[in-house]
């Protein structure tokens, strides 16, 4: 069975500090990765995807298969970032998201 | 364009009541779904309807029950309303011809139940 975790309930930092938020996940195959985010009172919406290797908001997020990880990273956080965040895996395209527990990233002035 | 709308953004409901949750998406997306959002859970999956007429049960089904109405519209009816169902409930869309986006978010429910 499929299965994401995120180990941190809640990550607090200081604003110019670096962000990892921490994504293991199980699943035998080759899976779709994703983040995703909420910010206060909105819905959630799409970060990034680990198959496009892209960069949003200045965070990236790397799949390391031998690990099964997806950690998300901010070289510098910004009191913007504070939001929940989401991992969330699915073994194709046709197949539900599976999402992790969430975390809340709260950045200090 | 609206996206995922989801109706009615907030609700109290007593013990015992039933209600009706809307949602609609104007993305001509094939796949609907419903999660429930609870502190330090996450997101769980209700039910989900992977195509316009069918409909799957996911991790948390019980107390609840749905309907596809048509390819816009997934509904999520609570027969018999529970303090236990107090949650912010979430409707999602997704179509595999735009796998790599995942899903588009409503904005949430509110409902509370006393």
């Known amino acids: 069975a499929q299965r994401v975790t995120q180990p941190e309930k809640l990550l607090s930092v200081f604003k110019g500090a670096p962000v990892e938020l921490k994504c293991n996940y199980s699943y035998s195959g080759s899976p779709e990765l994703f983040w995703y985010v909420q910010y206060s009172r909105q819905r959630l919406q799409l970060l990034l995807r680990?198959?496009s290797r892209e960069s949003i908001k200045g965070f990236t997020a790397d799949l390391n298969k031998g690990e099964t990880s997806f950690h998300l990273k901010k070289p510098f956080a910004q009191e913007e970032d504070s939001a929940m965040y989401y991992c969330?895996?699915?073994?194709?395209?046709?197949?539900?998201?599976?999402f992790g527990s969430g975390t809340r990233l709260s950045i200090r002035p | 364009n609206a996206g995922v709308t989801q109706t009615p953004k907030f609700q109290v409901l007593k013990t015992g009541q039933s209600m009706t949750l809307q949602c609609a998406q104007d993305m001509n997306h094939n796949s609907m779904y419903w999660y429930r959002q609870d502190p330090g859970m996450g997101l769980r999956l209700i039910y989900y309807?992977?195509?316009?007429?069918?409909?799957d049960k996911g991790e948390v089904p019980n107390g609840y029950n749905v309907s596809r109405l048509n390819k816009r519209e997934f509904s999520l009816r609570l027969e018999s309303a529970a303090p236990s169902q107090t949650s912010v409930y979430f409707c999602?869309?997704?179509?595999?011809?735009?796998?790599?986006?995942?899903?588009?978010f409503g904005s949430g429910t509110r409902l509370t139940v006393v």
């Open positions: 969330a895996l699915r073994r194709s395209s046709a197949s539900k998201i599976i």
């Open positions: 309807s992977a195509s316009e007429g069918t409909t």
């Open positions: 999602a869309s997704s179509d595999p011809r735009q796998g790599l986006y995942g899903y588009t």
């Open positions: 680990h198959i």
